[in-house]
């Protein structure tokens, strides 16, 4: 049985008992709610029709879900479970939020959620840190010095700071991109695939709005939507464009001065937590379908590779599959010999990408299970430097130093790694 076999169990249950409730569907999505009412966190507001009905058979709800665990002989909700749909390591993703520098800063923030009775932990020294986090307690991540680490499933949707655009919503492995790319103040910088906007808004981060975001994206609602977060984030350096990148010229003088190019394209969303959550054991993508993004994935990376300027690109991808990771990173490298290689970044970092071609171990993968993250691929594409000029790569590539952790109580002092070493320091695994 499915996660939300048990939902449906529950509603089956009160139909046959109690005759059809009006209204009442068995859709997937509706299935959803009904476990969110009874064996999740419940809903966030209560708003909208199929809430607003649950909310009325509430008890009927109950009193089945309760029928049904004496019926199995079990006294808990959680052994309704079958074995292999129990909450994965998916479910115990912490919730990342990274700060907008933008109009904040961590210490700024971190003092906000301690007066609203968070207990703040310092920084993490390693992964287990993270997982042991529970109620109201936070950290400071231990590789980004922006993000803030909640327990799983902490919902910030409604609070201040997130509204006001003080806080981003953003996946720790969704921040790795923009991190990566590390453009200095000033840059003119490519967002290939923008919507919705999230590595938008860190790339204007790191610039500090200094400099020029070119966003590029054809879906216009997506794009407008984009519009809206972005205004909320404080970001004024984005010329947002409803365009098709593979439509824009290289030559074209406007993008004469784009040294770093970041390319998340459409892809097929295999890595995404949510749908890890929401359809529980959902297979690979076809083949045909994982042809055609491949081939789009490529085309747009070795377009993105002609920009005459280009000294630095990050690849990425929320997606698992190896056709659409390593095999297109592969293919541009081959169209491209000699003009770019891959960089290496974060050597400690425990997923690495897979042996399909030499370098390939310089790309970066994440996981639920390896790196408490969404599913996701980076790949750091540098201009190979001619002899005798200056590398404007080497330049601007990032040292990844972690700046100190924000203050804290003292008996939290211990919680935090020494300032000023790198990372890469410490065991690996602690990622």
């Known amino acids: 049985m499915a996660v939300y076999g048990v939902a449906a169990a529950v509603l089956a249950g009160v139909e046959s008992r109690q005759g059809s409730i009006k209204g009442l569907v068995y859709a997937s999505g509706f299935q959803v ?174 610039l500090k709005n200094q400099g020029k975001i070119f966003a590029f994206d054809l879906d216009a609602k997506r794009l407008a939507s984009m519009a809206t977060l972005l205004a909320r984030a404080g970001v004024s350096c984005c010329e947002l464009a409803e365009e098709d990148f593979l439509a824009v010229s290289p030559s074209d003088q406007r993008y004469c001065q784009v040294q770093y190019i970041l390319l998340d394209p459409s892809c097929s969303g295999s890595g995404m937590l949510s749908r890890q959550l929401e359809e529980p054991g959902a297979g690979t993508p076809s083949k045909e379908r994982l042809h055609a993004l491949a081939g789009f994935q490529q085309r747009a990376l070795c377009h993105a590779l002609t920009f005459p300027s280009l000294q630095r690109l990050v690849y990425s991808t929320c997606s698992l599959c190896q056709e659409e990771n390593e095999d297109v990173v592969q293919g541009a490298l081959q169209q491209s010999p000699g003009t770019f290689r891959l960089a290496p970044v974060l050597p400690c970092w425990p997923h690495r990408g897979l042996s399909t071609f030499p370098g390939a171990e310089h790309c970066l993968r994440a996981s639920p299970e390896t790196t408490l993250t969404g599913g996701f691929f980076v790949a750091v594409l540098e201009r190979v430097e001619v002899p005798g000029s200056v590398s404007q790569a080497k330049a601007s590539a990032p040292e990844l130093l972690p700046s100190p952790a924000p203050k804290r109580k003292k008996r939290q002092q211990r919680a935090a790694a020494a300032p000023g070493t790198l990372p890469c320091t410490q065991q690996e695994g602690n990622w």
């Not at 064996?39 to 709800?61: D, E, I, K």
């Not at 959680?78 to 919730?95: I, K, Y």
Request: aromatic share 6%; charged share 25%.
């Open 33 to 206: 709610l009904v476990y969110d009412l009874l064996l999740g966190r419940g809903f966030r507001g209560g708003r909208g029709r199929w809430q607003r009905l649950l909310h009325r058979h509430q008890a009927r709800l109950k009193a089945e879900l309760a029928r049904l665990k004496v019926h199995r002989g079990v006294s808990r909700n959680e052994d309704l479970l079958e074995v292999g749909s129990r909450p994965g390591p998916a479910t115990q993703v912490p919730r990342f939020v990274r700060v907008n520098t933008l109009k904040t800063c961590s210490d700024d923030a971190i003092d906000y959620f301690k007066r609203q009775g968070f207990s703040y932990q310092g920084r993490a020294s390693s992964l287990e840190d993270l997982r042991a986090l529970k109620g109201k307690c936070f950290l400071l991540d231990l590789l980004l010095p922006e993000l803030l680490v909640f327990p799983a499933q902490t919902d910030l949707h409604e609070h201040p700071l997130y509204q006001a655009g003080h806080l981003i919503l953003q996946d720790k492995a969704s921040c790795l991109p923009a991190m990566l790319l590390a453009p200095p103040p000033g840059s003119h910088v490519i967002d290939a695939c923008a919507a919705p906007g999230n590595k938008t808004s860190h790339l204007a981060a790191l």
